[in-house]
């Protein structure tokens, strides 16, 4: 079983302002992906410090959130060798909640959202194994 924090989301009112922001200022390369909820932008920082390094940070992306309700930036948990529905039931055994049961994304995997016993916001992210 593995769990990492793999990549990060950040909501955005216009994705497509945001996205020239963070290439304008950051020097970010943002392109359009695919995406059941609508505009969606993988973001690659930095390809890590001067001279190299295995340090060269973790990936995002920028999404629209159409209501709004997820005003923060979010981590998002990558996981594989257990389903992602064990893991959700595990969330609410641990005294967490489903804020977003399991989605299918296109034929790419399937993401949740969940919030931890402290009410702190999360997602959770399975790609597809290969057949």
């Known amino acids: 079983m593995r769990a990492t924090v793999n990549h990060y989301e950040i909501p955005a009112h216009d994705p ?3 996205a020239r922001f963070y290439q304008e200022v950051f020097g970010w390369s943002i392109e359009p992906r695919p995406w059941v909820g609508g505009a969606y932008f993988a973001i690659r920082g930095s390809e890590g410090p001067p001279g190299g390094g295995e340090h060269a940070g973790i990936r995002g992306g920028l999404l629209g959130w159409g209501d709004g ?5 979010l981590l998002v948990i990558h996981v594989d060798g257990v389903e992602l529905s064990d893991f959700l039931r595990r969330i609410e055994a641990a005294g967490g909640a489903i804020d977003q049961p399991a989605t299918p994304i296109n034929a790419m995997g ?5 919030r931890d016993t402290e009410g702190n916001l999360l997602g959770i992210w399975q790609e597809l194994q290969p057949s």
Do not use: Q, T, W
């Open 16 to 18: 497509e302002r945001a």
């Open 69 to 73: 309700s997820i005003p923060h930036p």
């Open 110 to 114: 399937s993401f949740a959202r969940f």
